[in-house]
């Protein structure tokens, strides 16, 4: 009880007041680094020492496997799993890898993050006509021909329950396309950390496991990647 109650406070007088600052100060740097000196170095490395920070004022850890099977010198489709908020952070900051992320159109409008976002190029995911799918297609092309690699939710949307939902098949046609080995990424504990329900975190531990990548021919490319992630869900069929 006493120490429910000392986490409480340390996050209401000091965690997210400094979260706040941090992410401020973490989208200025981003946003007025890549349109003075370009996207490339500042649309990565400011957000990964932000996730980084954000992780450790929450008390969360983050432990990586696999991070050898991928190359820095390639370009990669990654897809993962999508348990919550922290997702983002554990991804941003401890992939290892330069990419840019394809993300629901909706984050476009959060203060200061999307305007960060979008001068960084990640690239906002509009369904609502044909056209705007062409827009957003094209946009993922650019990044990919450019040699940027890609990390997409292929769930689409955060999970309610913790189990994982029916994978979509766009970024498995952009991985075909330009002919890229789709990567996939199993993020298990971001549920339980902050789950989609909640609006406030908790402390606790999130393993991030980069399996070996998938060739872009393969024909069960989708049937795959989403085996290879449920295969390093602790207690998760």
């Known amino acids: ?26 989208a200025t740097v981003t946003a007025v680094g890549c349109m003075v000196f370009g996207g490339r170095w500042w649309g990565y490395w400011p957000p990964m020492v932000w996730s980084r920070i954000m992780c450790r004022l929450t008390l969360v850890r983050v432990v ?3 991070r050898e099977l991928i190359s820095d010198e ?16 554990a991804i941003y900051g401890w992939l290892g890898h330069n990419f ?19 001068r960084a190029g990640q690239i906002f995911v509009d369904n609502h006509s044909p056209q705007a799918i062409a827009r ?13 690699s890609l990390v997409v939710f292929p769930e689409g949307a955060r999970t ?31 549920f339980e950390v902050m789950p989609r329900t909640s609006l406030i975190p908790t402390f606790g531990t999130i393993r991030l496991t980069i399996h070996e990548p998938i060739p872009a021919n393969d024909p069960d490319l989708i049937e795959r990647s989403r085996e290879a992630i449920m295969s390093s869900l602790v207690g998760k069929k």
Not at 2 to 19: A, C, D, E, G, V
Not at 136 to 148: H, N, P, Y
Not at 164 to 181: D, I, N, S
């Open 1 to 26: 009880m006493i120490k429910t109650l000392l986490y409480r406070l340390y996050q209401l007088l000091i965690m997210l007041p400094l979260m706040l600052v941090t992410t401020v100060v973490a």
């Open 64 to 66: 990586v496997k696999g």
């Open 74 to 89: 390639l370009g990669y489709v990654f897809v993962a799993n999508h348990q919550g908020a922290y997702d983002i952070f």
């Open 100 to 118: 840019r992320w394809m993300m629901k159109k909706s984050l476009e409008r959060l203060p200061m993050i999307g305007w960060a976002c979008k």
């Open 136 to 148: 957003t297609m094209k946009a993922a092309e650019r990044q990919l021909a450019s040699g940027m």
């Open 160 to 190: 309610l329950t913790g189990e994982v939902g029916r994978f979509k098949r766009g970024a498995y046609t952009l991985a075909t396309e330009f002919g890229l080995p789709v990567v996939p990424v199993t993020i298990d504990g971001a």
